[in-house]
């Protein structure tokens, strides 16, 4: 659920003993936002304690003092608010609440008295403390339950699971029907080992003709800096607004093969009255080097580029990570347009504010978080696509599905993956839109990678051990393939995923020709590069896996022959 940007960023609410404010302060360090407890609102207001308030006051008069201050806060606290136990009682309270994204954190009477009586007095279980919160309940289940939003449950767990779980409400995709297709499924193709596209690779089939364009598509990423991705058809008027009225230049980074399309652009900027410089650099990962971000930065220098000009980011991913870091390390950050146009650069690099380079010593080593000012991914960019880039672009669109948007699955499996391999295709658009909208709301919520944010690396780690193992030779999306097929049988053995879950990940995968094993025995080697994966903590290996489809975990240290057993699932 994406955040207004009005109010508190999430509401927590519960009775006694449910956690909220040790899982709000989680919560909120994730976020990188403060977090407000009502409770402690009250006791500032009235300089005295909650229990005392009730002693001398009474139960009413405390109710009024809740209720002015959940009302305040409402208004004016945008970070992480947990609410009393009792403050949803409140008929405004409750109509205040509509149209927040609200969590009912759940607990049984055993947990609930046990975690009260570690933490000091609650007026309201005085007594008989477990006959009083079943009584507690009966009363006020009812309103936690439609006020809240979403439920997680916090007997025998600890707060760091129980955050997670909070923190993944937040990307819960909102259902939408999925359009009917019936064309023939396409023969699968055997992917790539390649990195770079073989000579002469034949493109992915033009769209066929088709109705008018459906307008763009804008999905906005919220956080500090917020931003809009636009998804459709001849979007190059998006550039334009996107550099916006104080650039006076604008730098077009672009490789060889779009030096075209960065004309037409520098003549669009030209003839509104922009300095605009096309600036030609190597394909793929070999622009990503400090020689070719140091030509940038000399050519920024020569044209005297300011605080207020722009760079422009055509081309995959590469570029835009490469471009990026220009724009990030120029005057300590300038404007940046990412303008992707592979389905990989639409769906992952470009969107999230990540930028970097590559060193002898690894791959996106060296970087920073600098969010663009938006992102325009013109869908007419994959009519011209190799066939086999299109295809491992899915891969990653394939992740967004089994970690938050079952809907993608659905639309693969439709079809047999014929009209997601069609450029053109409103399916395929469908599907670039939804993982898009997936990464917007991870990215939105946790932009420096502090808790959520891990979650887009499903099937990363192992993917990347293949990347490492075989010198960067295959391609990305190939790679997470074969790492979501692991992480789910490394799920099943350790008794997170189901039999049928894991048959899933091969079927939707083998649909769009993507491979679901990896044929070298290299497992010493693969075992070695996963150790040095950047979410390892201490010599712990962690692993994104899910409990379901839509649920990802974080599994900790699990036991070799939990990994052995994985690893014997893929080997071709």
Known sequence: ??????????????????????????????????????????????????????????????????????????????????????????????????????????????????????????????????????????????????????????????????????????????????????????????????????????????????????????????????????????????????????????????????AGRAEALRAELAAAGRTALTHEVPDAESAKTLDVVAGCWDLLGERRFGRDDAVVALGGGATTDMAGFVAATWLRGIRLVNVPTTLLGMVDAAVGGKTGINTAAGKNLVGSFHPPAGVVCDLDSLGTLPAVDLRAGLAEVVKCGFIADEEILRLVEADGGAAALRPGSPVLRELVERAVAVKARVVGADLREAGLREILNYGHTFAHAIERTEGYTWRHGDAVAVGMVFAAELARAAGHLDETDVRRHRGVLEALGLPTAYGEDRWPDLLDAMASDKKVRGSTLRFVVLDAVGRPTILRGPAPEQLEAAWAAVRG
Not at 51 to 80: K, M, N
Not at 220 to 230: C, L, N, Q, R, W
């Open 1 to 258: 659920m994406a955040h207004s940007g009005t109010g508190p960023r999430l509401i927590l609410v519960g009775p006694p003993g449910a956690g909220k404010t040790t899982v709000g302060e989680l919560v909120a360090a994730t976020l990188g936002v403060p977090l407000c407890d009502s409770d402690a609102e009250v006791e500032r207001l009235a300089g005295t304690t909650v229990p005392e308030i009730f002693r001398t006051r009474g139960e009413s008069e405390f109710r009024v003092l809740e209720h002015d201050a959940v009302t305040r806060l409402l208004s004016e606290h945008d970070g992480v608010l947990a609410l009393g136990g009792g403050a949803v009682l409140h008929p405004g309270t409750q109509a205040a609440l509509a149209g927040h994204h609200v969590v009912f954190l759940d607990v049984d009477a055993d947990h609930a008295v046990a975690r009260v009586a570690r933490s000091g007095a609650r007026p309201l279980l005085e007594g008989d403390p477990a006959a009083r919160f079943e009584a507690l309940m009966t009363a006020r289940r009812p309103v936690y339950e439609r006020v809240a939003t979403a439920r997680v449950g916090t007997g025998g767990r600890t707060a760091e699971d129980v955050a997670a779980d909070v923190l993944r409400t937040l990307v819960a995709p909102a259902s939408s029907a999925a359009p009917a297709t019936s064309p023939a499924p396409a023969a699968p193709q055997a992917p790539a080992s390649s990195a770079e596209p073989a000579p002469g690779p034949a493109p992915a089939s033009a769209p066929a003709p088709t109705a008018p364009a459906a307008p763009a598509t804008r999905i906005t990423v919220t956080g500090a800096a917020p931003y809009d991705v636009v998804v459709g058809h001849g979007l190059d008027g998006e550039v334009l607004d996107l550099v916006g009225p104080d650039a006076s230049r604008v730098l077009l980074v672009h490789p060889a093969a779009l």
